[in-house]
């Protein structure tokens, strides 16, 4: 048994965790943040359920939230740009969608850890190779010992500073309103409304609630004057529905608002005894509604390669490798779907939105399988597990 300090209490870390402490490692979870703010939702696609399945809560996280079977895209006239029968959608992804609250989320995956395995309010300052592993610095002016250590801890990672040297994150250009909704909206109705330069999306979350998403191109660091949701309900007065209904049925304190900022993937995921994960490993644009499901996917597969490797430091090399190959792909597409729809002019981001018509049907739908389908997520093999 090893003891592992997971940096970061986020998805990547939490799962993480509960998949290292599922072979046997005595694990514990360092979190800078205390607060305990419910967050907004978030899209569990098939892929992620099937990961967490390998994680023993799959089903715990399929009761939690509401399950979605549409994807529709619209204008913000009403106009259809694409309506895929939920039929279709849900064979293509072996089940459908659940969107549940993030804290829903992140209690399920601490509920599987034992009592004290996460430390709040404290975060690592700095990472050292020791002879017999490492040690983490930690900004109460403690120190660490470890076996080993799992980066969790997002695009600024000092994790992934220690084994890449500085990776500067900038600011994408623009930023994204999150809230949740008291209202239920028409499942049809579930997918994105796009606008010129602007996008909105909106699934239902349980049976009275609906989770919502807004895009739009601004100054970093920007706020509006008289309050974020005020703000948006003024721009999108007079979309279709379910929008203005759907803001107006939102609490103005529950609306996050967080500029996107982007970093290349690091170039050494795993050294030794230290690994990263998540966001810290392949930061991830949200226009997929991957990056919590590929962070599910990393720790499903981590605890996989742990299993079957003779040591951490081979299981994490292995793991860098395998998984690279899966999430760059994808880190690439949602940045270029963001790019489109934040090009300026706004009538060139109006052009790309309306030209995802042209596309057949049935191309989209086995496109958005390969990423999100439960078949697309694949545990390595002993195979996968050879050093290279």
Partial sequence: MTEIAVVGAGIAGLASAV??????????????RTDTASGAGISIWPNALAA??????GDQVRAAGGRVTAGAVRWKDGTWLRRPAGERIVSA????LVVLQRVALRD????ALAPGTVIDGVAVREVTATATGVRLHLTDSSTREVGAVVGADGTGSVVARHLNGPLPHRYAGYTAWRGVSALAIDADLAGETMGAGVEVGHVPMGADRTYWFATERAAEGATAPDGELAYL????????APIPAMLAATDPAEVLRNDLYDRGIAQRWAAGPVVLVGDAAHPMRPHLGQGGCQALEDAAVLGAFVEMSADLPTAFAAFASFRRRRVRAIVAESRVIGRAVNLRPPALSALASRATVALPEFLVTRHLASIAAGSAFRLPTR??????
């Fill in 19 to 32: 998949a290292l402490a599922g072979r046997g490692h005595s694990v514990t979870v360092i979190e800078e």
């Fill in 93 to 96: 992804l072996g089940e459908p």
């Fill in 108 to 111: 399920i995956l601490a509920g």
């Fill in 383 to 388: 195979d996968d597990a050879q050093p290279a």
């Fill in 52 to 57: 967490l399945d390998r994680l023993g809560l």
């Fill in 233 to 240: 309900r003024a721009k999108f007065g007079a979309w279709a």
